[in-house]
């Protein structure tokens, strides 16, 4: 297979800039979704890496400081985007990036959407716990028992809701959505 740097100089400067591009877009994307642009190139620089990066290398490439690079790797790792890998002679971590475009994407949203679920139920069962115990000291005020029994059934719908999407997230972790929406190339 060849390597970028067996390409001549315009050909190297044409595949640059149309993985820049690319770096760009996923920089901004990942700005959408609470993480920092640079962290996305850096996501975008690994991508497009034809063989596991130090961050030594990482922050030569994109011409940031150590600590910088260690930040976004770690939000990365985290994210299970990227993974540690193990390298031969090197005694430095060396990084690389989920191929698996649909399993970074279950496990982003996995890590984001659970956490979502267990601070907004969390704040449900305390304020449902609250406002039976104020149903039960005002039994006898109907307008105040109208509003509270309203709120509290709607905060049973919210978590009939956070207890379909965590199925979700479990359809999403356990492969078992592909049986529903196939990855394309998948036999159906």
Partial sequence: MATFAQ???EQQGAVEKARNRVIEAIGQN?????MTQST???YGLLFFSDHPMTLDEMGKEMEMSKTSMSTGVRTLVDMKMVHKVWGKGTRKDLYEVEPDWYQTFADYFGIKWRKAIEVNL???RRSKRELENLLAAHSEDEMLCGIVQADIA???EAEQYYHWLDQLIDALESG???RFIPKP???E
């Fill in 154 to 156: 709607k905060m049973q």
């Fill in 185 to 187: 190339g998948t036999p």
């Fill in 7 to 9: 390409l001549t100089q």
């Fill in 30 to 34: 990942m700005d959408l979704y609470g």
């Fill in 40 to 42: 996305g190139h850096l």
């Fill in 122 to 124: 969390s704040a449900i």
């Fill in 176 to 178: 078992e959505i592909f």
